[in-house]
């Protein structure tokens, strides 16, 4: 592979470091969200920790096994005494209401210590839920044809009674027990751990302890709870699955040999795969003839019309119309220019129009063309879509008369795969009942009763610090990520040069402080990084033409308070520091503010020089400058109209003339039309855009604007740029250079 391919290991190691540069330039900048979030996700687990209530656990060890007996006709082989579901259902055993009612019981836990678990808010929150679920388990249950056999409902008073019955101190124990109560086997062993949680340790103790006694109890209750009534039960249901198995079978062969079912299976599949491949067909067909008819009847409304039907995609996407327009469009051209130097009589432009009349024709031939085979195109789908949906339709009607016959033949023959599933399994349930009497065994021991617990299991307040400090600076950074997904300003002039291919003259520093003003910064230090910034800019400014830089500049924006203003005083300054003539207009003529920054009248001006309302010199020179200046004068009513007059392109002419540099405060481009009027009787534009503030929407739309009166674009101006936007290499080196202390 190359070294210069995009695949190369190369580049993609450098791809990854420019990302890498990009993610911590993103920490940096947002470095207080995620510092905040952290502090706050921190503070909030240390105050949750400190403040819950120290839990104690203890825990008991037993062995649970099988009991197969010596005679058992299972054996005792691995496969047979395997059972995964053994250990999960003695689990459910354990913490089964059974077993916790006997453990709350003996103890006395509802009578002598339910203060230990039982507050009066509680109680009553528990009654409330318990309450909640009855009266919403009575509309799950009861369903209306029940309640029509049985006379009742939903309204009944007895049903609301019992559902409303209080829940007892016992229950509530027992769900407070069972919540608490956690059983966790050992690994590859048939070792089990019991362990109970509560806040006292002697109660947690008791509690564990009573639950492995409880455990076996119920085992030996489950026991010998079988009954001879169940083996009479599975052989009188044995005796009637029979007979109804034998019925169910000499049903089927009849039905059968009577409507001679032989091949009705595979048919029935066959049928389905044709239904889904002319549906298939169909969906195809039709989604054709909509997009069809969807371009046929924009070309016919556009024809009824009298539409431009150039634009439609159809005729956009023809590359012989496509050459036709462009050679119309060159022929007029052509016409343009022979009829500044001929007659429209002269045989010369008369061969012109004529040519230009053929092409026309031929237009309007090769769109006829188009729409006649498009109308072809779309005939043929509608025709196809009928074609297919008739055989749709047949075979669907074959497939109808085939069902009516399948039905009564899939429902007998479910019958008896039903009986004779239901009469082998009482058969082998009844054979194995009838040998082994009674339930399996389940031998326990206790291998470890359970301890005194010394010291609280929860909470685990260093674990949860520093799950807190991870959670913390993970969600600070997510959110930091997430803020910055979310922002679509300008923050860097790397940003502006690879998303709009301009060039960025210059990034200008955020001033920090109150007290520091943009328009004046420069003079009272003129030596700071701040002022080398315009220096720059005045650099590359005079570098961005090949032949002689740019005189008349016109400075802009794509919204009010992004530092237009000041950027062109001082751009107007530096500029003279170079023995330069320098004139700023001010062409603002609606929101006018250079006299403000100078503090100067502004009775007279550029206004009143276009509307013809004054012979005097409105250039006025400003004390302690060395650059002059064009106030805007009063606001007239019509401003956009004064700047797009002849006037005011013959005082620029003259103006440039006279001084060296031109430079013109402009309106926004989001607000009038002002800008793109003066940006096409000036050398250059300069967008000054705000970081932080100005977004691409606003950039994009501001360009198509200029653009599209084919403006000649110098380039940005980034204004206000902080450090942590990672804009900081424009002029980083200034600021270090110059802080040295020499």
């Not at 706050?40 to 104690?56: E, Q």
């Not at 159809?314 to 001929?342: H, P």
Request: net charge positive.
């Amino acid at each position: 592979m190359k070294k210069n391919e995009p695949n190369s290991p190369a580049d993609t190691s450098g791809i990854q470091q420019i990302l890498l540069r990009d993610y911590l330039a993103v920490l940096k900048k947002r470095q207080a969200t995620v510092l905040t979030f952290l502090i706050i996700t921190l503070l909030l687990v240390t105050i949750g920790t400190f403040s819950m209530t120290p839990i104690y656990t203890a825990s008991s060890q037993i062995l649970i096994e099988k009991n197969y007996g010596n005679n058992s006709l299972e054996g005792t082989s691995y496969y047979s005494s395997y059972d995964p579901q053994f250990l999960s259902t003695q689990f459910k055993i354990i913490k089964s209401s059974d077993v916790i009612k006997k453990v709350v019981r003996r103890l006395q836990l509802d009578t002598k210590y339910r203060d230990f678990f039982i507050k009066d808010k509680d109680k009553q929150f528990v009654f409330l839920e318990s309450l909640k679920q009855k009266i919403v388990g009575l509309f799950k249950v009861f369903s209306p044809q029940d309640l029509k056999q049985t006379g009742e409902g939903i309204g009944d008073s007895r049903l609301l009674i019992q559902a409303a019955k209080p829940v007892s101190d016992t229950d509530i124990i027992v769900e407070k027990i069972q919540d608490n109560l956690e059983i966790k086997p050992e690994q590859d062993t048939k070792i089990v751990n019991i362990m109970y949680s509560h806040r006292y340790p002697a109660m947690a103790k008791l509690i564990t302890d009573f639950i492995v006694k409880a455990y076996k109890e119920e085992l030996q209750a489950i026991k010998y709870s079988s009954s001879t009534e169940t083996l009479t039960w599975m052989t009188k249901q044995s005796e009637e699955e029979r007979k109804k198995l034998a019925d169910s079978e000499l049903a089927l062969q009849a039905y059968m040999k009577k409507n001679n079912i032989i091949m009705i299976e595979n048919k029935l599949a066959i049928y389905p795969q044709k239904l889904s491949e002319f549906s298939s067909q169909l969906s195809i067909v039709q989604a054709k003839r909509k997009k069809l008819e969807s371009i046929y009847f924009q070309i016919k409304n556009a024809k009824e019309h009298s539409l431009d039907v150039e634009t439609l995609p159809v005729f956009a996407n023809n590359k012989t119309l496509q050459a036709l327009l462009g050679k119309i469009y060159t022929s007029k051209q052509n016409i343009n220019e022979l009829s500044r130097t001929y007659g429209y009589k002269n045989p010369v432009m008369i061969k012109a129009k004529e040519k230009l009349n053929s092409l026309k024709k031929e237009k309007e031939s090769e769109i006829q063309k188009i729409f006649q085979g498009t109308k072809n195109a779309y005939d043929l789908a509608v025709s196809q879509e009928k074609n297919i949906t008739d055989l749709l339709n047949a075979t669907k009607n074959e497939l109808l008369n085939l069902n009516e016959k399948s039905v009564q033949y899939s429902i007998m023959k479910r019958d008896v795969d039903t009986n004779s599933a239901l009469y082998d399994t009482l058969t082998a349930s009844l054979k194995k009942a009838s040998v082994t009497q009674q339930a399996q065994n389940v031998n326990v021991w206790v291998l470890q009763e359970a301890s005194l617990p010394r010291y609280p299991s929860r909470p685990r307040k260093v674990l949860n610090l520093l799950l807190g400090s991870i959670l913390g600076f993970l969600g600070g950074v997510g959110l930091a990520f997430f803020l910055e997904y979310l922002d679509n300003t300008v923050q860097s002039p790397g940003e502006i040069e690879q998303r709009f291919g301009l060039t960025v003259l210059g990034a200008i520093e955020q001033l920090k402080g109150k007290d520091q003003k943009v328009e004046s910064f420069i003079q009272q230090d003129p030596l700071s990084p701040f002022a080398e910034s315009y220096r720059l800019i005045r650099s590359n400014i005079l570098l961005s033409s090949v032949d002689h830089p740019p005189r008349r500049i016109l400075f802009t924006s794509m919204a009010p308070s992004e530092g237009k203003t000041a950027t062109t005083v001082n751009i107007a300054r530096i500029l003279a520091q170079s023995d330069k003539k320098v004139l700023v207009m001010d062409c603002d003529l609606r929101r006018p503010r250079q006299h403000t920054l100078f503090s100067i009248p502004n009775s007279v001006g550029l206004s009143s020089y276009l509307t013809g309302n004054t012979k005097e010199n409105i250039v006025q020179r400003i004390q302690g400058e060395a650059f002059s200046l064009v106030t805007a004068g009063p606001v007239p009513p019509n401003p956009a109209e004064l700047l797009d007059s002849a006037r005011m392109k013959a005082l620029l002419d003259r103006m440039a003339d006279i001084y060296d540099f031109v430079l013109l405060d402009s309106p926004p481009l989001q607000s009038v039309t002002d800008s793109l009027s003066l940006s096409t009787i000036v050398d250059g534009t300069i967008i000054v855009v705000r970081a932080g503030e100005t977004t691409y929407d606003m950039i994009e739309n501001g360009l198509r604007q200029l653009k599209s009166i084919n403006a000649h674009l110098l380039g940005f101006i980034l204004n206000a740029v902080s450090k942590n936007t990672g804009a900081e290499g424009y002029y980083h080196g200034y600021y270090k250079y110059y802080s040295k202390n020499d």
